[in-house]
């Protein structure tokens, strides 16, 4: 399915100049090179551009505009996001999410995917963003997620049971404009009384669900935590997995045999599991986050030893971490699985953008891409903490945002 974003590409021509490009898929440098931009797309890469208005960043690093394939856009760090939800109006929440919006643009994160909020907010925040009445990281949205009676995060997801149900809620989100469809199809760590190693949906409801999801070209996002989900989410033929943290070698081999994507998300279990009392995080969800920690490390090594195809998400808005939050995920990648910097880049860029869908139009700095790129003064090949501190943020060719250190600099070792 093919989304087209429209608002705010400029018509004059612009030239970057003296700038080094990141190849963030042959983990190069491309240097003093040139960027021709016109009509919000990058329309020539040169060293000896002609004309323009010309903007000069010597010397600095260019970088494909981060990708978070992971976020809940109606939450900002809340400790209990459940209760929370059940007792916020809808219009704060839909002013929260636009904030949140926001908040990853000037951060560097260009391109979102919100996989899961309630009210339809999401889903009218990305058509607002597109049409320019409100300004953010483009926006991919879920809608309310699918869940089983009484499953994972409730409060903001459509309740089904059964095949049938299953199928109408699917198309209810469809119906609304969701751009993907998110599954629940275990337990997590911040719904009261369910287990992280709990399944959730049956393998019937997932197959239904994906069925009627690719029947509308909808990409399908499947909530797994531990090994029996993750393979039933692969089964039925899920485009994503989120999370994935107790994966088995069973597991690797589906991901490789489907070419399904996992979507990591260390940093809302790593900050409950360190801090979350400190953080007014209810018990029962710092526990379950321990125990998540005690594999995802382990977990995320498996995968990229295995060849699994990889984005980088956050669930940025979840207990302790407000947006952006690209940034510290790429550090904990590095710091508690030893992920080279060059691969955790490419997962938050043109791993990303596969992994929703615009890996034509976003995630590399060539001819034909929306102009969307990010500015650093050191290279982040080398040093993945220089995500913390974007000095100019381009959204189709328009300089958005710049300067600035991301939140969580702070908690970097």
């Not at 409801?205 to 499947?222: D, F, G, H, Q």
């Amino acid at each position: 399915m093919e989304y087209l974003f429209r608002f705010r590409e400029e018509n004059v021509i612009k030239v970057l100049k003296e700038v080094n490009i990141v190849d963030v898929e042959a983990s190069t440098l491309i240097e003093g090179q040139a960027i021709v931009i016109e009509n919000g797309r990058i329309v020539d890469v040169t060293r000896s551009p002609v004309g323009g208005e010309a903007i000069s960043f010597r010397g600095a690093f260019l970088c494909p505009g981060l990708v978070d394939a992971h976020v809940h856009l109606v939450w900002e760090g809340q400790p209990d996001p459940n209760s929370f939800s059940l007792r916020e109006s809808v219009a704060m929440t839909a002013y929260r999410a636009a904030r949140s919006a926001w908040r990853n643009l000037e951060g560097g994160v260009t391109t979102v995917r919100d996989v899961g909020g309630p009210h339809g907010i999401s889903i009218a925040l990305a058509e607002a963003i597109e049409q320019g009445i409100s300004q953010g990281a483009r926006v991919l949205a879920a809608g309310s997620p699918v869940v089983q009676t009484g499953g994972h995060v409730y409060s903001i997801s459509e309740e089904a049971d059964g095949p049938d149900e299953v199928r109408k809620a699917v198309r209810r989100q469809i119906k609304a404009g969701a751009h993907l469809i998110k599954l629940m199809c275990s337990g997590g760590a911040y719904t009261r009384g369910e287990s992280i190693h709990a399944t959730q949906l049956t393998p019937a409801e997932i197959r239904a669900a994906v069925e009627e999801a690719k029947a509308a070209e909808r990409r399908v996002a499947a909530h797994a935590l531990p090994e029996q989900a993750i393979q039933n989410a692969l089964e039925a033929g899920v485009t994503t997995v989120e999370h994935a943290a107790l994966l088995s070698k069973r597991n690797l081999d589906a991901f490789c045999t489907t070419g399904a994507f996992m979507v990591p998300t260390l940093a809302p279990y790593y900050l409950m599991a360190t801090r979350g009392r400190e953080m007014g995080v209810p018990d029962y969800a710092v526990v379950k986050s321990e125990q998540v920690m005690e594999h995802y490390p382990t977990s995320l090594q498996m995968a990229f030893a295995a060849g699994v195809r990889i984005a980088l998400g956050t669930d940025a808005g979840s207990p302790g971490i407000p947006h952006p939050t690209v940034p510290f995920e790429a550090w904990l990648w590095q710091s508690l699985a030893n992920i080279p910097a060059p691969a955790i880049l490419r997962a938050a860029t043109l791993g990303a953008a596969e992994a929703v869908g615009l890996e034509q139009e976003i995630g590399r700095i060539q001819q034909g891409y929306w102009a969307d790129f990010v500015v650093y003064r050191s290279n982040p090949l080398e040093d993945i903490t220089v995500l913390h501190h974007p000095e100019a943020i381009f959204q189709r060719g328009a300089q958005v945002a710049g300067g600035g250190t991301v939140w969580s600099k702070t908690l970097l070792g």
